[in-house]
């Protein structure tokens, strides 16, 4: 099974300042088709996960353009560029390249 | 709109099983597969499963070969995990969830499992 390891497992930020989390992955990430099925979610408090980012960099409709997806290979970043308070939650990478679909341990997003 | 929705919490005693439902409305069901991913209380996500609704071909995560069954009914649009011979480390809140491009990008609400004597 692919291994997804995320830093930091917490993260204390300042409201309006950037956050960057880091996931890697104990193998490449790229499938036969040519695609990275690298996918990032954010989980709040008491609700279910949400998608923010798929394949690598593709934000979904309607997430604010401050979450932004890099990487390739094995070692992928999520980056807010300024944390407001509603980004509050978990964030969780996650592969779907691989049988069986593997997830980070997740990094919980706080204000300081 | 695009939802998914989920049959209500469970009680059961270790050694029963459980069947959970997903109702999905605002799409084509038979287009896209659904996965069931759990989360036991306080921890991480754990992939169970997919099913493809038009043909009903299904993939289980390895650990729960043997305990798992998927199946769906499309003249309602409507998934179904069974998993059976339950134990404690079965406790959790279950998801179905809605598969694009390999990500997901729809939830159930989220199905918690009790499993208790």
């Known amino acids: 099974d692919i291994v997804m390891t995320q830093t930091p497992l917490s993260s204390p930020v300042t409201l309006g300042q950037p956050a960057s989390i880091s996931c890697r992955s104990s193998q490449s990430l790229v499938y036969s088709d040519g695609n990275t099925y690298l996918s990032w979610l954010q989980q709040r408090p008491g609700q279910p996960p949400r998608l923010l980012i798929y394949?690598?960099?593709n934000r979904l409709s309607g997430v604010p353009d401050r979450f932004s997806g890099s990487g390739a290979g094995t070692d992928f970043t999520l980056k807010i560029s300024r944390v407001e308070a509603e980004d509050v939650g978990v964030y969780y990478c996650?592969?779907?390249?691989?049988?069986?679909?593997?997830f980070g341990q997740g990094t919980k997003v706080e204000i300081k | 709109q695009v939802q998914l929705v989920q049959s209500g919490a469970e009680v059961k005693k270790p050694g029963a099983s459980v069947n959970v439902s997903c109702k999905a409305s605002g799409y084509t069901f038979n287009d896209y597969w659904i996965h069931w991913v759990r989360q036991a209380p306080g921890q991480g996500l754990e992939w169970v499963g997919w099913?493809?609704?038009?043909?009903?071909?299904?993939k289980f995560a390895q650990k729960f070969q043997g305990r798992v069954t998927m199946t769906r009914d499309t003249s309602i649009n409507t998934a179904y995990m069974e998993l059976s011979r339950l134990t404690s480390d079965d406790t959790a809140v279950y998801y179905c969830?809605?598969?694009?491009?390999?990500?997901?990008?729809?939830w159930g609400q989220g199905t918690l499992v009790t499993v208790s004597s």
């Open positions: 996650m592969q779907g390249t691989q049988n069986p679909w593997t």
């Open positions: 394949k690598v960099s």
């Open positions: 969830t809605r598969d694009l491009n390999w990500a997901y990008d729809y």
């Open positions: 099913i493809y609704p038009n043909s009903g071909v299904t």
